[in-house]
């Protein structure tokens, strides 16, 4: 038993997984997602290429594992604060659909409608014979493809990002959930055994309210920091317990894996404190690094394309599920104008449009339940394929990175001591910097020791524009007023763009109103500052 797994397999995937970040570093122009060239690397080595990879139960483990850890991974990336916030700011009715979720639910409810009357379309043509399944086909995202690019492009936190985010959740979350009604309709009729997936949302939120009532316990929070480092890592190892709790939870219950995986991240993301979490960084660094690659590898290694080309039917649905695959997401996406550019609400379109394992996870089940036959079921899988490749790259050639090389310079706002000292030390380490402040005395006495000091209405923006914060890399509100620093960090954010802003905030209520706007700004409290100095010591 111990010699039917060779190595030689895991050893080429993991050879992949190291050599297509580098490839992919090296053509950067070309904007190719590293989970691309990890999809295509897997097809050239695959069933389609030239096919050494031996298929083993570890090795479908390891691939299986891979896709519900990308989904914990994609749980633990939701900002409910962001959530909450974008709720309470959407109460009056004309921001209603400004709120990510309401959006994310209108855009899913948008998609259901097109994708119903496409599956229509194609009954009419004889090609399929189950309108409703091939719908809910055509209206899955994947979470999958979403999170990483947004990771890699380094938006997961933006406003934009968020919303992306919940969009393509409220689409797979809904997806999984209708389409386990419907197979429990088609092969049981409709019992009660539905409902059991309630009940995992209602284990979901008493873990969520007894977690926040035990992370409350000081004899908790002192165990948990003397185990978090060395060999015992117990906040990593309670991460992963919860992840598997949940996924039997969601095997029990009749639920999707995956689901089970996600609610698990979504706890954890509630449960922790994630600004600068080492359990989030330790949690992406194993996924990333080991278990998600598998997954986007093995997806390339088991397509069969020449089990596709000798099926006419295959053939003929591929164009037309590939073509309505991409109007439903680009019309239903038009909702995204409500709240961004014309640029972002593109790109959504096409992030949103790819599809991997959930529609080829779906067409299983109906291809078990006779819903679709062995051609339709190829066909789904190769759209699944073109669409988890070709989207990224819609998605990076429609919203470029943001061009930061020409940015230069750091505007400090304030005169203090300690906004002079940190003055003083960013020009020893050859910054160029711009002391910002209204106490002519005090400018004067900063000018003799060498800055350079402005005079003028911080809170102006045309103040502020004067001293460089259009091209300025970073902006540091540190004035001795709250108030000031929270409208200079929102201009230096929104109306210039800056891509580094700190703000000190010293009211605790003040500092967490600022971070649940979501704007990127890093929130210093000094006096909690001073606490972990002491609390370390």
Known sequence: M?????FVSLLIITGLAVTVP??????????????????????????????????????????LFGFTYLMFLSGLEVDFTTITTAGSRSAKKENILKNPIALGVTIFIVTLAIAFAVALGLKQMGLISEPFMIALILSTTSLGIVVPVLKERGIMSSQFGQ?????????????????TVNVTILSAGLTVDVLLVLLLLVIFVVAARAGK?????PVVGRLMQELSSATAQIE???????????????????????????????????LSKKEGSDLHLKLDAIGFGFFIPIFFIMVGVQFDLPKLLSSREGLLLVPLLLAAAYVIKFV?????????????????GGLLSARLSLIIAAAAIALQLGAIDESINSAIILVAIVTCTASPLIFNRIYPPKALAKRHGVIIIG??????????????????????????????????????????????RAALEAVGAGKARAVLAISSYDDVNVEVAKMATLAFGVPDVIALIRDAKVAADLIALSLGV????????????????
């Not at 111990?2 to 060779?6: K, V």
């Not at 009532?213 to 316990?217: A, G, L």
């Not at 990593?236 to 095997?251: D, G, Q, T, W």
């Open 22 to 63: 580098i490839l992919s570093s090296q053509f950067k122009r070309f904007n190719i997602p590293i989970i691309v060239g990890e999809i295509i690397a897997g097809i050239i080595v695959g069933k389609s290429g030239f096919n050494i990879i031996e298929s083993s139960v570890p090795l479908e483990f390891l691939t």
């Open 332 to 348: 239903a996406s038009l909702l995204f104008r409500l709240s961004f550019g014309w640029r972002e609400t593109f790109a959504a």
């Open 163 to 179: 919303t992306l985010l919940l969009s393509a959740l409220v689409a797979d979350f809904g997806t999984l959930v209708l389409i």
């Open 236 to 270: 990593v190892r309670i991460a992963f317990a919860l992840m598997v709790a949940f996924i039997v939870l969601s095997e029990w219950l009749g639920a999707e894996l995956i689901l089970g995986a996600f609610l698990a991240g979504a706890l954890i993301s509630l």
């Open 2 to 6: 111990q010699q039917e797994f060779s």
């Open 522 to 537: 890093r929130v210093i409290r000094p006096q909690l500052a001073t606490v972990l100095a002491l609390e370390g010591a």
């Open 415 to 460: 005169l203090s001591e300690p906004a002079t000292l940190l003055a003083e030390r960013l020009m020893h380490a050859g910054e160029t910097v711009t002391v910002f402040g209204r106490n002519e005395e005090r400018a004067a006495q900063l000018q003799a020791r060498g800055l350079s000091v402005t005079l003028g209405d911080r809170t102006d």
């Open 213 to 217: 009532m035990v992370s409350r316990v």
